[in-house]
């Protein structure tokens, strides 16, 4: 089983705001958790990237991964009008030996208001 | 910074056509993928390639065919165009390496009519 959950929104949150992104799954196989952020008529772009579980910081972001209850979040501190995107989490499972896939939440859409 | 460029943004065809994208990676990376969004239904994997020549199916290959005749290039065919194959149609590298990230192109919004 390949599902990953993802909540759509849209969440909406005044500038400012702390922001909670959140995805669930189901299968323990998955090894590596990312979070893209794709932008209206762009490609998806990586944001985060990690393996263990625990917390990732990078600036305002921050990846939370926990594993034994097959959660992964990601938070956005002091959010601003340029986070207003949607947000696509990841998780990597091997495919076969020619190498893996990505199986993608189908996005949460955020709109930060100034 | 990697840069994946697909050729074109958007794309109007005839239902029955032939339609090829194309995608071009410039950093020498093993791995390319092509993908289609869909509202509602997120990203699904169609097809991707691990070496020269070579190709693996996704999750919805039906209706698709791929070729990889270059490390940089991987085009996508649709054989006979349908009106349900009109979508974003998004393209992305990696390194050979498990569990690397994708690094995706912009998208082509392609239109069947």
């Known amino acids: 089983q390949k599902e990953v959950e993802q909540d759509p929104g849209p969440l909406s949150v005044p500038e400012g705001a702390i922001v909670s992104l959140n995805c669930t799954y189901s299968n323990s196989a998955f090894q590596y958790f990312m979070w893209y952020r794709q932008y209206s008529r762009k490609g998806p772009e990586l944001l985060m990237y990690t393996y263990s579980s625990g917390n990732k910081e990078d600036g305002r972001f921050t990846a939370q991964v926990d594993k034994s209850s097959k959660y992964i979040s990601l938070f956005i501190r002091d959010s601003q009008p340029s986070d207003s995107a949607t947000y696509l989490c990841?998780?990597?499972?091997?495919?076969?030996?020619?190498?893996?896939?990505?199986?993608f939440g189908k996005g949460t859409t955020l709109s930060v208001s100034s | 910074d990697v840069k994946v460029t697909q050729s074109s943004r958007y794309l109007v065809k005839r239902t029955g056509e032939k339609v090829f994208l194309e995608c071009v990676q410039d950093m020498d990376h093993e791995n390319m993928f092509w993908y289609r969004q869909d509202p509602g239904l997120g990203l699904r994997l169609i097809y991707f390639?691990?070496?020269?020549?070579?190709?693996e199916k996704g999750d919805i290959p039906e209706g698709y065919s791929v070729s990889r005749e270059k490390k940089e290039r991987f085009s996508l065919i649709l054989e006979s165009a349908s009106t349900n194959q009109t979508s974003m149609y998004l393209c992305?590298?990696?390194?050979?390496?498990?569990?690397?990230?994708?690094?995706f192109g912009d998208g082509t919004r392609l239109s069947i009519l």
């Open positions: 390639s691990y070496d020269v020549k070579m190709k």
């Open positions: 990841a998780m990597s499972l091997y495919y076969n030996q020619a190498g893996t896939a990505l199986i």
């Open positions: 992305a590298s990696s390194q050979h390496d498990s569990n690397q990230p994708q690094h």
